[in-house]
């Protein structure tokens, strides 16, 4: 592909997430000249320069001229101020604008930038940062299938994308995907601190339990089998690992999960009215 064939993209923003993604990008070979960046702390847009020849600015309306897309990668609490000012050039432009904040609806989002813009919502995940997140997906109905493309290509970069095909269920990706890392450390920190109790020093037992997890979840991604029967092909009768599932079962942990998720949905769900 020649570089003339590549989209402009414009992050508004240069914190963690915009630079994970320009890192993510110009690691898979990403034109940097077609990259630009606007955030109004120069340490941020350093840090961002760092990644490659990109372009930076402190003004939000000069990146956005020209734009095939724009990623608004700015604190949800931002927002409204940030896009109601970029609404004439977004107008006249009409480039395909990408959220990643949390909560923000595609209603809001559309009154702030203008009717005619095409918004597509995304939800990523903190292990985006190490490029290895899990996002989702929602776009409104004046979003092209060429615009899709693009917005899957560029979130690709830092993970694998799941296009949603309702809003509403952006806040179950949220209660998944967006929190689930924390549920993985919770429970990695109880295997630690459990594998300390009976006995590992410190750094044994948080070496061991991390790379289960790892090697755990590297199995269910590479195995033809789903997780039930990756589960069941450890659990010997009558062995280490049955004991420990069975007790597992027998503390309800699947009721406890559907309630946890249930409230992290109900939450996000809450949240999103909050900041409409
Ligand atoms: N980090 C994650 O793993 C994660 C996961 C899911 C969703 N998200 C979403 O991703 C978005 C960005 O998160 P983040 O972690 O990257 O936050 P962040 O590191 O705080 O980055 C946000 C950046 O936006 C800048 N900014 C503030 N006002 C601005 C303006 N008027 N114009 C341009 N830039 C402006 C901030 O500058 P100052 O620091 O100078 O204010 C900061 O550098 C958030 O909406 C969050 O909900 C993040």
Do not use: H
């Amino acid at each position: 592909m020649s570089d003339k064939e590549y989209n402009k993209l414009a992050f508004i923003g240069a914190g963690n997430m915009a630079r994970s993604l320009i890192g993510g990008l110009l690691k898979r070979g990403y034109p940097a000249e077609k990259i630009a960046c606007s955030d109004p702390s120069d340490a941020c847009l350093t840090a961002a320069k760092a990644l490659g020849p990109i372009t930076t600015s402190g003004s939000n309306v000069d990146i956005i001229t020209d734009a095939d897309l724009v990623i608004l990668a700015v604190k949800p609490q931002a927002l409204k101020d940030v896009l109601t000012p970029l609404s004439p050039s977004l107008q006249q432009g009409r480039p395909l604008l990408v959220s990643i904040a949390a909560g923000i609806n595609s209603a809001s989002l559309q009154a702030w930038a203008g009717n005619s813009v095409p918004i597509v919502r995304c939800m990523p995940n903190t292990p985006a940062l190490l490029q290895e997140g899990a996002s989702g997906l929602y776009a409104t109905n004046q979003v092209s299938l060429e615009q899709k493309a693009l917005a899957e290509a560029v979130l690709s970069a830092v993970g694998i994308v799941a296009w949603v095909d309702s809003e509403p269920t952006l806040d179950v990706v949220t209660a998944l995907s967006g929190s689930g890392p924390a549920y993985f450390f919770l429970f990695m920190e109880a295997m630690q601190s459990v594998g300390e109790q009976l006995g590992l020093d410190t750094q044994t037992a948080e070496r061991l339990t991390q790379q289960t997890a790892l090697g755990a979840a590297r199995m269910a991604i590479e195995s033809d089998d789903d997780v039930a029967e990756l589960r069941r092909k450890v659990t010997s009768p009558n062995g280490t690992t049955e004991a420990a599932i069975q007790s597992f079962e027998n503390s309800q942990l699947r009721e406890t999960v559907e309630l946890a998720l249930t409230a992290a949905f109900l939450r996000s769900q809450d949240l999103a009215k909050e900041l409409a």
